[in-house]
């Protein structure tokens, strides 16, 4: 089967496009990477703007509710270079592999529109209301047949889900209940309840995605646990543009080891991060277990509290996942004091001060009232997206 077409899984962003060769196993149940990836930088395009603002989400939301997405023309520049990126990375695998049929699996971002092939709302970038049609066009070898078009625009958040459990390296493997906090260009949630992948999309009702979620400030929670949040808290307690940022390199890798330099502004920022990432880890906690009691406010403010009775009630976490670029800092060494030990210990201070968490929770994740740190893991599938991307491709295609 998987001779003949070749799989190409991506994973876009708000900074760049990742495409990488899936490989499928004999019986068709399980898959990898090949070593042939392709990742493709949208700030070399000439057409990025690195001091980009995308349009307000309640803007872009009320658009979306009148059926009317009005695209601005910064919004249709910016876009060009996410297009460009695509062509260029899925053109290197194509001449790579020498491959003539291709079957194409992306993960993006942002909220679909209704036939799935475009981005109708995103936090971190442009709108591209025909995103999947345009890159299709774009496909310029002449040789090339497309084993099926692009059949949807899945979310990069069910695609980490999808790697993580079919992966050998995957973290939902073998575990009955899990939560997944993808932190790469936006943050990516995934469920594994009762054995099972469950879609927040399916869930929407009990359950709301990061990036619907909001502070007492009215900032999306995405900021502060994705790599170009992050980044924008600090640039501004720095009062360094992010534009200058991206330009000289310093990205959360670079910013945790300012930390460690004992940087104000570094230190600073990963304070914040800390004990807001520990309150979105202990409302997911008391969500799945006992039912939202809406800790957070929505960025669009019709959205509708979240219902506090679901069918998976009671149920208890066995790991909490951070993941994508996020995770890999999460692996180092110097991210235990400087941003682990601090929300292990703001986590700690919230399930155990809870009034609502019985006994039974309580004493499944406090050890000596502390956090068990062996519940949060760091994956170790930095490409967890682009696989599951391949993945879903191929799903669909075989039906």
Known sequence: ?????????????????????????????????????????????????????????????????????NLTEAEEKHAKAYYSAFNDAISDLVKLTKAKNVLIGIGMPGVKTTDERGIAAMA??????????????????????????????????????????????????????AYYLGGGTGAADALKLHGELI??????????????????????????????????IYSKIASISQGELISNNIYIEKILKKAIDDEKSAIKTWQIVSKKLAKLLFERIFTIYNGSQNIFSFINPNRKNLDSNHNFRRTLLNRIIIGQRLGNVFQTKSAQEIIIKPLIKYLSQLIKESNSLDSIAKSHYLLDDKFNKNILVASELREAPELGAGINAFKNYKG
């Open 1 to 69: 089967m998987s001779d003949k077409i070749t799989i190409i899984g991506i994973d876009g962003g708000a900074s760049k496009v990742s495409a990488h060769i899936v490989e499928v196993s004999e019986n068709g149940k399980s898959f990898s990477l090949s070593g042939k990836r392709s990742v493709k930088e949208y700030r070399h395009y000439p057409e990025y703007h690195p001091d980009f603002k995308p349009v307000s989400l309640p803007i872009q939301l009320s658009q979306i509710n009148i059926n009317n997405i």
């Open 124 to 177: 971190n970038g442009p709108r591209m209301p025909n995103f999947a049609t345009e890159i299709e066009q774009r496909l310029d070898a002449p040789d090339i047949t497309l084993a099926a078009p692009i059949s949807k625009l899945g979310s990069d958040a069910d695609y980490c889900g999808f790697g993580e459990e079919y992966s050998e390296n995957g973290a939902f493997r073998n575990i009955e209940n």
């Open 199 to 232: 879609s927040f999309d399916e869930c929407k009702n009990w359950i709301a995605k990061t990036w619907e979620m909001s502070d007492k400030d009215g900032k999306s929670m995405e900021v502060y646990c994705s790599a170009n949040g992050i980044q924008s």
